[in-house]
């Protein structure tokens, strides 16, 4: 009986899929095929099937395990411990030094193997 119920939302699944696909492709298509019409309504109704689709999509069982991932990232996004502002600017200016550091020796070696090339070649 539990192999029944199981199987039942994977049939139901494609179809909730295949109605996804049928929302997404409607809304591509309409907006092109109303190219004449303003902007802003295709803007609205692209909006308006991508929306029915998102919806259509959390029905599935991918849809509930992204749900869930999400309520879970959350969670863990709250556990993280920011870094203070003078953190976050001493950082910056340490990354800026360093990236400074790194143009000028470059550049160095690049004119210093540009002169050696030069005086071979004359």
Not at 54 to 60: K, P, Q, Y
């Amino acid at each position: 009986m539990k192999a029944k119920a199981e199987a039942q939302p994977a049939r139901l699944d494609g179809l909730k899929w295949a109605l996804v696909v049928l929302l997404v492709s409607a809304a591509v298509l309409g907006n092109m095929y109303f190219s004449d019409t303003p902007l802003l309504y295709r803007v609205v109704g692209v909006v308006v099937f991508i929306a029915l689709a998102a919806g259509v999509f959390l029905l599935t069982t991918k849809g509930q395990r992204f749900l869930v991932m999400a309520r879970e990232a959350r969670t863990e996004i709250r556990k993280v411990i920011w870094p203070t502002r003078p953190e976050t600017t001493q950082t910056t200016l340490i990354v800026l030094a360093a990236v400074a550091l790194v143009a000028l020796l470059l550049w160095l070696i690049d004119s210093l193997l540009s002169w050696i090339i030069q005086s071979l070649i004359y």
